[in-house]
């Protein structure tokens, strides 16, 4: 287990970096601890001052929050994507609701036009419309994910409308997907569920679906295992792997045919954003191979330098030094290699930096 929130800037408990972390695809915003929904899976099991809170509670002022954002090397002002709750509970509790469009709020203010994502099970707030129409007037784009897919009570035990006041959100000028996951072999991996979920996304408004497995924590296992007395499902043991079963994959595509559906499926939720962004996937699976840093085709090295009007290398080089990193930078033939490995924050936020602001 960790201490604090994977991927977390700080790990001293009175830092407001210690609930602001660098999530797979976005930058999460955590002032509150603790959730009411109960879920067997949660990664939260897996930090040590989450763990132990089943309602939200306010930790830091959102004023806090923000100011230590947009003061870290790793927030790029417009660009990074900002997720609401993401790493710790549902943004649109009664408890916590204020503070998410009150974040959203101050960043608009302050002028960022930065994207906001949420990944959410209980439903959009009545009477948001206004709300969200605010901010998005001021140039934000705001992605909600419906987390659905179906797990028994056992395991999930919120069964309230995932899809509530989803038509105001959408009014507005929201982005809607069917965030279904985790997909987890015995648990909720049958045709007819996958089926049931995917068609009432879709009747609902959902405009993509964004599907994954889960990830294998020490910490949810020992929740899933000692605390709810489930047992756990045989895959990789793995902080930054969701493994999804290849059968739900395959059924999850005939689904669509089947349906005629014609929305976007996607696997990553870097992807999905950025399909609602209208940008290249800025987690670069496409570059991102094993055994180097990444690996470009020769036309798309091309196009970057041309564009750029600088080699890959510099551009590397360039977005290292704005995050104070200095591995050097090593290319063969297509292939970019840096002199050192990096941790998770610095290769996440490199990543980032170059897809986001130097790359495209």
């Known amino acids: 287990m960790h201490k604090q ?24 915003l955590d002032p509150f601890v603790g959730c009411s929904l109960g879920c067997a899976y949660c990664y939260r099991h897996n930090s040590k001052r ?3 809170f089943s309602k939200p509670r306010r930790i830091f002022k959102d004023e806090d929050i923000v100011n230590s954002l947009v003061n870290n090397i790793y927030f790029i002002p417009d660009k990074t994507i900002i997720g609401l709750g993401v790493a710790s509970t ?33 439903g959009v707030p009545k009477n948001s ?3 969200f129409q605010k ?42 997907s069917l965030h279904l996951r985790p997909i987890v072999p015995g648990w909720n991996d049958t045709y007819s569920n996958l089926e049931r979920i995917v068609k009432s996304g879709v009747e609902n408004g959902c ?35 969701k493994t999804l079963p290849r059968l739900s994959e395959k059924n999850i595509k005939e689904i669509f045919i089947n349906n005629k559906i014609t929305i976007p ?18 987690n670069m699976y496409f570059y991102r191979k094993e055994g180097c840093f990444l690996q470009i085709p020769e036309k798309d090295i091309v196009m970057i330098e041309r564009n750029s009007n600088k080699s890959i290398i510099k551009l590397i080089e360039e977005a290292l030094g704005e995050l104070k990193l200095k591995p050097k930078v090593i290319k063969q033939k297509n292939r970019y290699f840096l002199s050192r490995k990096l941790n998770y924050i ?12 130097k790359f495209f």
């Open 90 to 122: 549902d943004s649109f509790f009664p408890e916590v609701r204020e503070s998410s469009f009150n974040i959203m709020n101050i960043l608009s203010k302050m002028g960022y036009k930065n994207p906001f994502w949420f990944v959410i099970k209980s």
């Open 129 to 131: 419309f206004k709300k």
């Open 5 to 28: 929130i994977f991927g977390s800037f700080s790990k001293d408990h009175n830092n407001p970096l210690s609930r602001i972390s660098q999530a797979n695809s976005c930058i999460s």
């Open 207 to 241: 405009t993509s679906v964004c599907v994954g497995g889960l990830r294998y924590l020490d910490g949810v296992e020992n929740a899933i295992v000692e605390k709810y007395g489930i047992s756990f499902p045989g895959i990789k043991k793995s902080d930054l792997v």
């Open 265 to 282: 499926l996607f696997k990553h939720s870097s992807e999905m954003i950025s399909y609602y962004l209208g940008i290249k996937d800025y």
């Open 346 to 357: 610095e290769e996440r936020g490199l990543l980032h930096r170059l897809s986001l602001s």
């Open 135 to 176: 901010i998005i007037k001021n140039g934000n784009k705001i992605v909600i994910s419906i987390s659905y897919s179906g797990m028994p009570k056992n395991i999930e035990p919120f069964f309230g409308n995932r899809f509530a006041n989803i038509k105001e959100a959408i009014r507005a000028g929201v982005d809607i």
């Open 50 to 52: 989450d763990s132990d």
